[in-house]
């Protein structure tokens, strides 16, 4: 469907035909044409019979729409919506939607916004009409903090997000992130039970919490639920072709700076959940110095050809907790850490720019991004020179 109006933005003013297209607002002129990528734009606002498009060229003003007005701000914040959802890689089925407010607070970050909250099956997404968009995953929600008009979501990483102002659908809504929180919890230990039939019960549901789909958790921290977890993860990894990965990282970081997950293959029929692997420098460095860590992955061809580098400051406990929940925002395509800034300005990544405008552990984690060391005969050589700093 086609709307007239007239737009008033940076390269001039007039009327135009628009056209609300999946990736762009199109405008059009018996004399030209323009494309307005939703990934430009960094929020939309429709007060007064003006629809106000923030973005990167600068502020669109689009009005004279008529009695459309309406129609073609709702048929275009879906479009936008629909775009960032794909973005955030949150495009599963939605089980409960509301209108409402979201506190966001991420390190020194606090904003908040109303907009679209929905709970899919392993996230909640919330859509303001902004850049302030975010998808939390359940799977890292360390606290479930409900009060009489709000719930708080805290994640592991420190993050906390507050949802708010959703009348009768609060209790209904905060009930389903419940609810799919012990379903998570239940397929954790199913695949636990499959990584390591020995374990205890008691054991098996304290593995289960640390090893939640998409979360990694130190080698350590798992030894000390039971010391058979290390082996079973290792016998993991030698499945995968990994198993020397395993043993140096191991070895040259220490059990305390090594953490492992469980990851399905992109490919299905690749077989059962293999092992991704982090590791650090045995020791932090000193106050204003960068510590280096390798990522490690085994779930498609692709990710055997190279160990991704990070040089980051801070402590190692503060740094893998954000790396971890960047390659699962991203589904662990490493590639999206790794696209040049400049490249995030390319039409064919305009999925990728939106998705590090929004998931600020991945924002921190590019920043950290020291290249990659290519599996070769080399490589162990390599991998320890960088690791031992």
């Not at 008009?149 to 905060?174: C, H, I, N, W």
């Not at 640390?210 to 499945?239: H, N, Q």
């Not at 800034?341 to 039409?347: R, S």
Request: hydrophobic content about 45%; aromatic content about 8%; some cysteine.
């Amino acid at each position: 469907m086609s709307y007239q109006a007239r737009v008033t933005a940076h390269w001039g003013s007039g009327a135009v035909t628009l056209r609300v297209e999946a990736e762009s607002l199109v405008g059009s002129t018996p004399l030209d044409a323009w494309e307005l990528p939703y990934s430009d734009i960094t929020s939309l606002t429709w007060a007064d019979y003006l629809v106000t498009l923030a973005s990167a060229r600068g502020v669109v003003s689009i009005d004279r729409l008529g009695q459309p007005g309406q129609a073609f701000f709702d048929a275009l914040l879906a479009a936008y919506n629909a775009k960032v959802a794909r973005a955030l890689f949150a495009t599963g089925t939605i089980r409960q939607q509301a209108e409402g407010f979201v506190q966001v607070k991420e390190g020194s970050f606090a904003a908040s916004a109303r907009g679209d909250i929905a709970i899919l099956d392993d996230a909640v997404l919330f859509r303001p009409p902004s850049v302030l968009a975010r998808r939390i995953p359940l799977a890292f929600v360390s606290s479930l903090v409900t009060g009489e008009y709000e719930t708080t979501l805290g994640l592991v990483d420190g993050s906390q997000y507050t949802l708010s102002r959703l009348g009768r659908r609060l209790r209904p809504m905060t009930d389903a992130i419940a609810a799919l929180l012990r379903g998570l919890h239940e397929t954790s230990r199913e695949r636990v039970r499959d990584l390591d039939p020995t374990l205890s019960a008691a054991a098996g549901d304290e593995a289960a919490r640390l090893l939640l789909p998409g979360r990694a958790a130190s080698l350590s921290s798992l030894a000390a639920v039971a010391p058979s977890l290390v082996p079973a993860l290792r016998a993991r990894a030698e499945s995968a072709g990994r198993a020397a990965s395993f043993d140096l990282l191991a070895e040259v970081s220490g059990l305390d700076r090594m953490c492992v997950g469980l990851g399905t293959p992109l490919d299905p029929s690749d077989g059962p959940p293999t092992v991704w692997m982090m590791a650090a420098s045995r020791a932090d460095a000193p106050a204003g110095g960068k510590s280096p860590a390798c990522l490690e992955m085994a779930l498609g061809e692709e990710d055997a050809s190279a160990t991704f580098r990070y040089e980051f400051p801070g402590p190692w406990e503060e740094f893998w907790p954000r790396l971890n929940r960047a390659i699962e925002a991203i589904e662990f395509r490493r590639e999206v850490i790794s696209l040049p800034e400049e490249a995030l300005f390319l039409p064919q990544h305009s999925d990728a720019a939106m998705s590090v405008q929004r998931t600020w552990p991945l924002r921190f984690v590019r920043e950290a991004f020291a290249g990659r060391i290519i599996h070769s005969e080399v490589w162990g050589e390599k991998a320890t020179a960088f690791l031992a700093g």
